[in-house]
Nanobody, 125 residues
Framework: QVQLVESGGGLVQAGGSLTLSCAAS????????LGWFRQAPGKEREFVAA????????FYGDSVKGRFAISRNNAKNTGSLQMSSLMPEDTAVYYC??????????????????WGQGTQVTVSS
């Protein structure tokens, strides 16, 4: 069973930066397609970013393009989401997700088989 554990959330001022990490266990990490999603109170879960198994391709939601960067370290079984130029509207619970499947749409939650418990990111104005 794959387990995903996020860390790095917290409170940051608008314009600041934060890096989230996702530690994975229970499956060869290089075999997992990784994604990040977020969910604000009263809103649907929103796609943030995704990265292919080897790290060669990345995908971003329109609202974070140019500000967030997804990466992974297969040797350390970890994925990261570097967030910069944060805005109050980035406030949400951020979730790491993984897929062991061979295909899927990166921004679709149904692509992912496994989810972390989430980490809160709060951006103050």
């Amino acid at each position: 069973q794959v387990q995903l554990v996020e860390s790095g959330g917290g409170l940051v001022q608008a314009g600041g930066s934060l890096t989230l990490s996702c530690a994975a266990s229970g499956h060869p990490f290089s075999g997992l397609f990784l994604g990040w999603f977020r969910q604000a109170p009263g809103k649907e879960r929103e796609f943030v970013a995704a990265i292919t198994r080897g790290g060669g391709n990345t995908f971003y939601g329109d609202s974070v393009k140019g500000r967030f960067a997804i990466s992974r370290n297969n040797a350390k079984n970890t994925g990261s989401l570097q967030m910069s130029s944060l805005m109050p509207e980035d406030t949400a619970v951020y979730y790491c997700a993984a897929s062991a499947g061979v295909s899927g749409v990166p921004k679709d939650t149904r692509t992912y088989d496994y989810w972390g418990q989430g980490t809160q990111v709060t951006v103050s104005s």
